[in-house]
């Protein structure tokens, strides 16, 4: 270490370049910063407490050992979620949750119910306090499959072409349109069925 | 509308779609109410979920996490290598023979050793050899009266 550094006041870069050295002080800092939305990555693909503990700490392991690959390209957020997400898509497939059920998979080629259900309007200011919407919008998300809302995930708040979820679900670009498809028309669907709920 | 003109319809809000169907998915739009309807409602879901995932905190304590992580971090270090540096093995493999050349000189003719009379040693005897990393062999000939003390190293 060159110089001694105020680490709370250090920006990212400073703090990787540091880290990249081998200062632990420096990567600590970082998992400070970081650790609740990594763990809130991991949380929303896998739904469940402890797995998502396990892959988030597993993620910052994995970070400290690459931590001289990683060259600035994107921010060192965005490069430590691409590690959770993928350490997540791993452990959804080694317990075999990202595979779509049958009938469910038909539905994805020909569109399915989703394609049949009335187009609806879904407002998102509408009344809502915007914690009460989040909580709303997370509860619609736990009523996906697995398959579904990690492609959603993925290209709406992760913001991934389509190709590069096809790359990382191991899939076509044809399942992860009709996937996102399906995905978009049931949580329009859960949405207005919470409205309607509240409104009567 | 089929499932192929919806999903394009969705491309385009995605804007992942060529010049030429965007236009063509334009056309559509033109003409079809169901499928601006269907858009509209793709567009809201959209944004109606961008910025808005709830965040989370980790449930455990910020110290406890990050000693599993440095814990962790600290089990997967390889651990350092005990073998010697390379330019110390060459060191002791040039300067060894030297050595001992030397310890053996000072106890033939040092004053201080009681001087080690190698004519008068038995045939039989050997030069010890304090050394790890050389090995010696000791010879004489009591016809040339002649010792000779040879080391090699490993």
Same mark, same amino acid.
């Given at each position: 270490m060159s110089k001694r550094i105020d680490y709370p006041s250090a920006s990212d870069e400073v703090l990787v370049?540091?880290? =990249?050295?081998?200062?632990?002080?420096?990567?600590?800092?970082?998992?400070?910063?970081?650790?609740?939305?990594? /763990?809130?990555?991991?949380?929303?693909? *896998?739904?469940?407490?402890?797995?998502? *503990?396990?892959?988030? =700490?597993?993620?910052? *392991?994995k970070g400290w050992q690459r931590l001289k690959q990683f060259q600035g390209e994107a921010s060192f957020l965005t490069w430590m979620t691409r590690i959770v997400i993928n350490l997540c898509l791993d452990q959804l497939r080694k317990l075999k949750r990202l595979?779509?059920?049958?009938?469910e998979q038909m539905d994805e080629e020909t569109g399915g119910v989703e394609r049949h259900m009335p187009v609806v309007n879904v407002n998102p200011t509408e009344g809502l306090e915007r914690g009460e919407l989040r909580e709303r919008i997370d509860r619609a998300l736990n009523q996906l499959s697995?398959?579904?809302?990690?492609?959603?995930?993925?290209?709406?708040?992760?913001?991934?072409?389509?190709?590069?979820?096809?790359?990382?679900?191991e899939c076509s670009i044809g399942t992860v349109m009709s996937r996102?498809? /399906?995905?978009?028309?049931?949580?329009?669907g859960l949405l207005a069925g919470l409205k309607q709920e509240r409104n009567s | 509308m089929n499932h192929e003109m919806e999903l394009k319809l969705q491309a385009q809000l995605d804007g992942e779609l060529s010049a030429a169907e965007a236009?063509?998915?334009?056309? %559509?739009? #033109? #003409?079809d109410p169901a499928a601006r309807a269907l858009a509209a409602e793709l567009k809201s879901t959209q944004a109606i979920l961008l910025g808005n995932e709830i965040p989370r905190a980790l449930p455990e304590s910020p110290d406890f996490f990050w000693s599993k992580v440095q814990r962790e971090i600290q089990r997967l270090e390889p651990a350092p290598a005990r073998q010697r540096p390379p330019? %110390? !093995?060459? !060191?002791?493999?040039?300067?060894?023979?030297?050595?001992?050349a030397a310890l053996l000189a000072f106890m033939v003719w040092s004053p201080f050793s009681g001087g080690v009379q190698l004519a008068k040693m038995p045939a039989h005897a050997e030069i010890e050899n304090p050394l790890d990393d050389a090995s010696s062999i000791t010879f004489r000939s009591e016809t040339e009266g002649v010792t000779v003390f040879w080391v090699s190293t490993r």
């Open positions: 370049r540091n880290a =990249q050295k081998g200062d632990m002080l420096a990567f600590e800092e970082l998992v400070k910063r970081h650790r609740d939305k990594l /763990y809130a990555r991991a949380f929303s693909m *896998v739904r469940n407490e402890d797995e998502a *503990v396990d892959l988030s =700490q597993e993620a910052w *392991v595979r779509s059920e049958s009938i697995y398959a579904h809302r990690t492609v959603l995930i993925l290209h709406e708040f992760e913001g991934l072409e389509y190709k590069e979820v096809a790359k990382r679900m996102l498809f /399906y995905a978009r028309r049931k949580m329009a | 236009a063509e998915v334009d056309r %559509l739009l #033109q #003409q330019w %110390l !093995t060459w !060191t002791f493999r040039l300067l060894a023979p030297a050595g001992l």
